[in-house]
């Protein structure tokens, strides 16, 4: 199936480092070996050469603002007031967008590997499939705190389910969702409107959005990721190191064929 719709990337990078060692700075400015975390997501929705990329920006929002304008001049920062979850995070790139039809590309600023090359892979298999939710899933030998890719008996999309709501079976499953979908716009924000807090957080999760789409009858498909280390996000002081051994790692070895 052709689809011409226009891209838009939206960046979620409004809450706070809770678990960061300085709850008063805004996570996506925590530094990876000398850039902040969202320098390096910016450089990957970049080289997809988007017709819009919207950055959600909340806590130490013109701190934020400010990497993100010398990175990505091209870039739009919108502010969700309150941290309400990421469901109502991604609901404030609506006036942006408009009634306009596009693919919305939703990643993570807490998510620093992520590379261009992949989620070209992941833009080109939702367009082929015709659907009109698609999520990037890997298979992660520790699934702790991730969103579990919940499957009918014969493989289809049922929902994801978040780690805290999660049962003592689903907490077996070691599919994840990154975070990442893409997704059209039109549908987006019909199924926002859905989404309710009713849920041990108390907020307005975007991982709803996969169950409700389902209920309306449309497609939703996932991709999974070739590597499950670019699709893994930053939450606490031990996830920064590892990354940091990782990116290294990737710098020094000459006969590697990949690029972070």
Known sequence: MNNTKALAVAILAAGKGKRMGNPERAKVLTMLLDRPLIEYVLQSAHELHPSKTIV???HQRQAVAEVVRSVSPEAVCVVQEEQLGTGHAVQQIQPILGSDPYDVLILNGDVPLITASTLTM???SH???G???SILTTIAEDPSGYGR?????????SRIVEHKDASADELQIRE??????IVDSADLFNALKDVRNTNSQQEYYLTD???IIIAQGKLVEAFTGPYSDELLGINTIDDLESMSLILKNSISDQHTNREY
């Open 56 to 58: 959600i920006v909340g």
């Open 122 to 124: 992941f833009i080109n």
């Open 127 to 129: 367009r082929s499939s």
């Open 131 to 133: 659907a009109s939710l």
């Open 149 to 157: 890719i919940i499957r009918k008996d014969k493989g289809a999309i």
């Open 176 to 181: 994840i969702n990154s975070g990442i979908y």
């Open 209 to 211: 959005i996969v169950s």
